[in-house]
Nanobody
């Protein structure tokens, strides 16, 4: 069982930056691949970024590639999402998730979810 708690969301102007954190409980955090997803009002939850258990491989949605960076610190049981050059279309609730798979790129591949943190980008 893994419990996930996101933090770091907020209101930022277009072009600004935010860093989201996701703290995980449990002693087996390092055995899970982690992902970030987002859901805007009236839209389906979509993949943003993922990282393997070791941190050796990362994956990004085309819409955030080059602007967002996912990383993890297994000693701190935490995964991060650094978001730069934010755009109004990045506005959404951001969720972190954990999967027992080597990596997951879709909602259905994840076993555990956090409660989400709101990111709002003003134009």
């Amino acid at each position: 069982q893994v419990q996930l708690v996101e933090s770091g969301g907020g209101l930022v102007q277009a072009g600004g930056s935010l860093r989201l954190s996701c703290a995980a409980s449990g002693r087996t955090f390092s055995s899970y691949a982690m992902g970030w997803f987002r859901q805007a009002p009236g839209k389906e939850r979509e993949f943003v970024a993922a990282i393997t258990w070791s941190g050796g491989r990362t994956y990004y949605a085309d819409s955030v590639k080059g602007r967002f960076t996912i990383s993890r610190d297994n000693a701190k049981n935490t995964v991060y999402l650094q978001m730069n050059s934010l755009k109004p279309e990045d506005t959404a609730v951001y969720y972190c998730a954990a999967t027992r798979l080597r990596v997951g790129l879709s909602v259905s591949e994840y076993d555990y979810w956090g409660q989400g943190t709101q990111v709002t980008v003003s134009s």
